[in-house]
Structure formats: structure tokens, C-alpha cells
């Protein structure tokens, strides 16, 4: 393996490797447009320039492959020089229109200038015109005034969403970034391109205009679209409220995890929170008077719930359960204890099948869109349909005296005239979820439970690996995670769950569950984890080349 | 409107294939068939050369907009490339442009109306020692006089 110094610093790198890749592995800053460490290499842009020792002319340091003794200087007076050079021909007709970019904040053009350029406009010429506000997707809008040609767009669709709508046409200063004539841009993973275009040529529509970056808070999660668990960040406005438009989640963004989605999310998925500030949102506890659903109260409700199920207790009635595959393995464990524990629950079916098969690929989607079906399953939750076919039914024929659900709209799944009987059937229906469906509206209590964005806990992806979901915001209205709601009735009937935060329950499940044993909050991390067969637990990679450029020092 | 390749052009792109190490790389000399049987590259065809060469239809249009020698357009019988940069410029190509503008009564990508000419004022074509000059269809006329360009039009006009 050659051995190379950066910047002073000695390091081994693996043969075949970039300058760019030996300095992001050291933590070594360089300045980046086309590259990404996601994509093809191109040395387009030529912003990455450095000084190679014995090399007559500076380097890109993207596309200069590492050589035993090599000595690169990435902050040299001529390093830095060449850089500011191209940054000046960068932006000869870039239109600076910062204080209407979107990308204001998070612009590499911004940044870079700050730290190479800093030099005064030698434009007199007036600037080359181009379109503006163009819409070239279901959710994207170009500006090819502030496109830099890097083609880190044309190759995302060239190579991971293999659907080659964009290409570069003319050329000089007339050379313009557009999708092929007829195209547009909307594959399933259409948005990365915004995510990875370094200025504000593109933009995402839902975010036009929403907030300026330097407002927003991150929080890691992880996506709930579907069970391959995409890593993301919540990004949330609680500076300035006001201008939410009564949407708390401001966007989702991906976070690189090697091992689960790499550096991508799909559309779908990014735009899977709205059901956190929908219309049908549940913030209130309801139950039902003379027929209606009306708002109430937990220190109504609980007790009335809780004399429903100690009387179907005394009289030997049957107390069903049917958990969701989109509650975390902390609900469902909780669940579990307490209704195998307190109610002698021993069927626990989760899945609910919807009646037309979804969309899927062979890259991040899955038609499992539930987050964890696969923690329901090592749960020793039965991860059948059919099973729960089979409690309707039996609630069907009278046979449950009170029934508590989670989330489920059944009519998604089963057929109308069965789900009515079915809900019908029992006494007493319970209803926890956190938006309201067809299901809700026949409940005769409602407990309004939290989104993934407003708890913490973990859920296991489609492939075993546990991952973090943490709190990004406060709880809507009444709103309270599952297993606290479990919890509160533990605490009055049978045997109290001892349990004051999501953590207390994830110890609890680790000492009780082969699949999640070793585990604890701080080891799953941001990577996650995985239980392997050998009884080992392997992390996930989540340390992401560098991609921002505030870490670095200029 | 649909574009298909004559057999001609078909086997003289099958030939050019074999030359190249990918069907990619013959993008140039393909996209030259192309317009050499059809006068010019429309747009129908962009598909179809881009199956022939196995790369997605963007690429090849990527290619022939980068290239001002692809003709997009239908162009008159005789295309006058006339050259405007210093050297041709300094002897004279902005009276050879006007004798053109006024005689067929067209300007720079304008085609006369019986598609007989059309002009475009080019950059550099190398041929500076015989300034001023131009290109017709493809061959080149340099040392441009008056009476040249009057004996080109006459000739080509018939
Ligand atoms: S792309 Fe960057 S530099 Fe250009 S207008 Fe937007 S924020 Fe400013
Ligand atoms: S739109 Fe953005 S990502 Fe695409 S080429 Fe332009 S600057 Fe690069
Ligand atoms: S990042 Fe190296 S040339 Fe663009």
C-alpha cells in the first residue's frame, strides 16, 4: 500500500485510491464541486486543486490516484491561488442571487468563496441570461443561471437511478443542464439531485421559499416509508414557528449509512412524514358518547379503559391484541409483556396486509412499508396476515369481548363488510394510533399515540439491523408514545412495567430477546447494529466521507 | 414524422462499428451518416442512433448540440460558411457577408426562401493564408473577391 503525506501527515492508502479519498479518510478537507464520493469521478470542476510535490502543475486531487511517496499540499499559497482562479471562472455569469437562493446557507459556492476567493468582480460584461424557476419534476425546480456543470446530477440519473433524464447541451458559456426533450425528472429517487447538486440550481419545490436553512435543527432518525430504514436527518423549524404554516417537519434529508442506504432516499420516503401535521392527525384521547366519538381526556378515558378490561377479566372473556409493524421495538416489547403478563393475550398478530401490492425495487424500496415488521417478528409477534384474519373473524362471531388496535386502518386490508362485523363484534374497541382512518372512526376509545418524530426508540429494518429514532419534536397535543400509554395501565392493573424512558424498555427487551441481546442505545449509535449468527454484533458505517464542508478549517 | 436509416447508411455504420473498441465511441462518424443521407439530424433520429450505439438518447444529443458541424435544422442546398475571425475579418469578411445579405437577402442561419443557400458566419477555419474565405458545402474557397461570391451564387443558384 503506498504511503503518502497530506498536509504534513503521513498516511497509508489503499492502492487505486484518490488524493480527494486519502484526504476525506484522514479527515483532510478538500474542496469539492463534481466530486462525490457516491458517484463516478469526472474532474470537471477542477476546484479541487492541489500542489504535488515534484508534479510541475497543480493536481485535482479528485482524480489523481495516490502514489508511494507522494507529497501533497492541499493549503498551499499556489494551492489555494488555483483554486480561487477557478472559483473566479466559476462564477463569471453565476447570478448571485443569494438572497432568493434556497441554498443560501448550505451553498458550496458560498463557502468556498469565503475561504479561497474573497476577491472583487473583474466582470464588466453584462452576465449571460438563462432559465429560471424551471420546473423539471413532480418535485424539482431549475435555475440554470446558478448551475455550475458539475454533472453530479446527470450522473446520480446515469448511475444509481439508471434513468438518464439529463444531459448537458451547447457548450462554452451557452452549455446549459436540462432533462432530454419530453423528460422530466421524476424516478423514484428523483430528489437526491437536489441533495447533491452543490448550489441552487436545483431545488426542491417543497422547500422553495419554506425557511432559510440556518433556521432549521437536525435530528438523526430513521425513515418509516418502508423496512429498509433509510438513515435521515429531521430537519425542523422551532426558531420561527410562525412560518411553519402549522408544519413542524420542514424536511427530511438522507444520512449516509454504508450499510443500509448509502448516501440516497427515495421520494417516497422523503415525503413520508406529512402524516406527523396532517389534517387527520390524533392529538385528543376520544371516546364514544351515545354513538359519537368526542374529545375527552386520559384521566377520563384511562380509568374506563381499565374497568373494561379488569371486568372482561373477572368474567373470563377474551382481551385481543392487534399491534402494528410501525410501532418501535419498544412499544411492541412493552405490548407484549403486558398483554401476555395482565390481559393472558397469547395471539399477537401485527400485519395487515394492503389489498393491492405496492410499488418496489431492487435498490432502497421494499413492499413491506412498515418500519418494523422485522423487530414485530422477533418479538415473537405473529407477522402473518392470515393471523390477522383470523382474530376479525373470531371478533366477527362474538367471541372478543374487547379489542385494542394499533394504528391499522383494516379496510386497507380486509374486506369492509368483515371489518364492520369484526368491530362491531366486540364490546369494546380500542383504538391507539397516532391519524385517524376508518378503523378509528368505529372505535370506542381513542388514545392518541406519537409519530416517529416526536419519541425515541428503535426499530429493526428488513435485514435485522436495529436503528435510532430520536426526538426531533415535542408530542401533539394529548399524544403519547405506545409504550407510555402501555405503561399507565400497567400501572394500575396487574403488574406495573418499571419503566421511565424508551431506554429502560430497550434494556428490558435486550436481557429478554435473543435477536436484540448486547444491545444498548449508545452501541447502535448512528450506524446501527446487527445480531449475527456467530452471536456477534456488527455496526453499521455511518461515517460519511467528507460531504459538508463546515468541519473543515481553511 | 419518422426518420428511418437507408440501407446504405445502415451498412456503412455497420462498417464504422467494427473500428471503434465500443459502439460509443463511433458516436461522431455515425451521427456524420446520419446527416449526410438526411441533409441534417432530426430529432426522431436521435433515439434511433442512440439504440444503434447502445448509450441512452440524451448522450447523443449531448453530442451533436456540443458540435456546431450537426445541423439540427433543414439548411439550404448550398450552406456558405463564411469565416469572420481576425484574419479573414482584416481582408474583408464583413464586405463578403454583406454582398451575401444583400444579394440572396439572407443573414447569419437564415436560409432563402427556395432553399437554395443558406449562410452562417463561422469562426476560425484554418485556412488563414486564403483570407477571406468560406466554406461551401464542403469544400473551401479562400482568396473571396466580389466577383468570386457573385460567380459562386450564380453558379450554385441556377
Ligand atoms: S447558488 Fe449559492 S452562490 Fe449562487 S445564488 Fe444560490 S446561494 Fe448564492
Ligand atoms: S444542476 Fe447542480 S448538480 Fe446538476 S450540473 Fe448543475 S450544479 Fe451540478
Ligand atoms: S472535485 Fe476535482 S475536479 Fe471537481
Redesign the pocket.
Known amino acids: 500500500m503506498p504511503t503518502i503525506t497530506i498536509d504534513g501527515k503521513e498516511l497509508t492508502v489503499e492502492k487505486g485510491k484518490t488524493i480527494?479519498q486519502a484526504a476525506d479518510e484522514a479527515g483532510i478537507d478538500i474542496p469539492?464541486?463534481?466530486?462525490h464520493p457516491g458517484l463516478s469521478i469526472?474532474?470537471?470542476?477542477?476546484?479541487?486543486l492541489v500542489e504535488v510535490e515534484k508534479m510541475p502543475k497543480l493536481q485535482?486531487?479528485?482524480?489523481t490516484p495516490v502514489m508511494d511517496g507522494m507529497v501533497v499540499h492541499t493549503q498551499s499559497e499556489r494551492a489555494r491561488k488555483g483554486r480561487k482562479d477557478v472559483l473566479e471562472f466559476l462564477l463569471v455569469n453565476h447570478p448571485i442571487d443569494c438572497p432568493v437562493c434556497d441554498q443560501a446557507g448550505e451553498c458550496f459556492l458560498q463557502d468556498y468563496y469565503m475561504k479561497f476567493g474573497l476577491y472583487d468582480s473583474k466582470m464588466l460584461e453584462d452576465k449571460n441570461k438563462k432559465s429560471k424557476a424551471v420546473p423539471i419534476g413532480k418535485h424539482i425546480v431549475l435555475d440554470s443561471e446558478r448551475c455550475i456543470l458539475?454533472t453530479r446530477c446527470i450522473r446520480f440519473c446515469d448511475e444509481v437511478s439508471k434513468t438518464n433524464e439529463l444531459g448537458i447541451f451547447h457548450r462554452g458559456d451557452h452549455a446549459e443542464l436540462l432533462p432530454y426533450p419530453g423528460k422530466t425528472v421524476d424516478n423514484p429517487y428523483s430528489v437526491n439531485v437536489v441533495d447533491i447538486c452543490p448550489v441552487g440550481a436545483l431545488t426542491e419545490k417543497d422547500f422553495r421559499f419554506r425557511t432559510r436553512v440556518w433556521y432549521l435543527d437536525e435530528t438523526n432518525s430513521v425513515c418509516t416509508g418502508c423496512s429498509t430504514g433509510c438513515n435521515i436527518e429531521v430537519h425542523t423549524n422551532k426558531k420561527r414557528e410562525y412560518k411553519n404554516e402549522g408544519r413542524r417537519v420542514t424536511r427530511l434529508k438522507p444520512r449516509f449509512n454504508k450499510d443500509v442506504n448509502e448516501y440516497w432516499i427515495c421520494d417516497e420516503g422523503r415525503y413520508s412524514f406529512t402524516y406527523v401535521d396532517a389534517a387527520d392527525r390524533l392529538g385528543v384521547v376520544m371516546k364514544r358518547v351515545k354513538g359519537e366519538l368526542q374529545e375527552s381526556t386520559w384521566a377520563e378515558v384511562m380509568p374506563e379503559v381499565l374497568t373494561a378490561l379488569q371486568s372482561a377479566k373477572e368474567n373470563n372473556k377474551r382481551i385481543a391484541v392487534l399491534g402494528s409493524p410501525k410501532m418501535t421495538n419498544e412499544d411492541l416489547f412493552a405490548l407484549k409483556k403486558f398483554a401476555s403478563q395482565t390481559l393472558g393475550v397469547s395471539q399477537m398478530p401485527v400485519t395487515v396486509l394492503p389489498k393491492e401490492k405496492p410499488f418496489s425495487d431492487d435498490f432502497l424500496i421494499r413492499e413491506d412499508k412498515n418500519p418494523n415488521t422485522k423487530g414485530a417478528g422477533y418479538l415473537g409477534y405473529d407477522t402473518d396476515h392470515k393471523a390477522t384474519r383470523k382474530l376479525l373473524d373470531d371478533c366477527a362471531s362474538g367471541g372478543v369481548e374487547l379489542l385494542i388496535i394499533f394504528h391499522h386502518d383494516l379496510e386497507a386490508g380486509f374486506e369492509t363488510e368483515l371489518v364492520k362485523s369484526a368491530l362491531s363484534g366486540a364490546k369494546t374497541v380500542v383504538f391507539v394510533g397516532s391519524n385517524a382512518n376508518t378503523t378509528s372512526a368505529r372505535a370506542t376509545y381513542i388514545l392518541p399515540s406519537c409519530t416517529y418524530v416526536e419519541k425515541e426508540g428503535t426499530f429493526t429494518n428488513f435485514a435485522g439491523r436495529v436503528q435510532k429514532i430520536n426526538r426531533a419534536i415535542e408530542p401533539l397535543g394529548d399524544s403519547l408514545p405506545e409504550w407510555t400509554i402501555i405503561r399507565n395501565l400497567s400501572r394500575k392493573i396487574g403488574k406495573a412495567l418499571a419503566y421511565f424512558e424508551a431506554e429502560d424498555v430497550f434494556k428490558d427487551l435486550t436481557k429478554n430477546t435473543a435477536a436484540f441481546s448486547g444491545m444498548s442505545y449508545s452501541a447502535i449509535g448512528d450506524g446501527g447494529l446487527v445480531a449475527e449468527e456467530n452471536g456477534k454484533l456488527k455496526q453499521g458505517d455511518a461515517k460519511a466521507a467528507a460531504q459538508k464542508t463546515e468541519t473543515a478549517t481553511a | 414524422m419518422s426518420f428511418e436509416l437507408t440501407k446504405e447508411s445502415k451498412l456503412v455504420i455497420d462498417e464504422l462499428l467494427t473500428r471503434y473498441p465500443n459502439k460509443r465511441a463511433a458516436a461522431l462518424p455515425v451521427l456524420h451518416v446520419v446527416q449526410k443521407q438526411h441533409g441534417y439530424i432530426p430529432a426522431e433520429a436521435e433515439p434511433l442512433v442512440a439504440e444503434i450505439l447502445e448509450v441512452p438518447p440524451v448522450k447523443i444529443r449531448e453530442v451533436l448540440m456540443f458540435y456546431t458541424l450537426f445541423l439540427q435544422k433543414e439548411i439550404g442546398k448550398n450552406h456558405l460558411q463564411v469565416c469572420r475571425s481576425v484574419s479573414c475579418w482584416l481582408r474583408g469578411a464583413d464586405r463578403i457577408i454583406k454582398q451575401i445579405n444583400e444579394k440572396l437577402g439572407i443573414h447569419d442561419g437564415e436560409t432563402t426562401s427556395d432553399k437554395q443557400f443558406t449562410l452562417t458566419e463561422v469562426e476560425c477555419l484554418g485556412d488563414c493564408e486564403h483570407a477571406p474565405m468560406m466554406q461551401l458545402n464542403d469544400d473551401y474557397i479562400g482568396d473571396l473577391t466580389a466577383e468570386k461570391v457573385d460567380e459562386i451564387i450564380g453558379k450554385k443558384g441556377q
Open positions: 480527494i469539492r464541486y463534481c466530486y469526472v474532474g470537471q470542476c477542477r476546484i479541487c485535482v486531487a479528485c482524480y458539475c
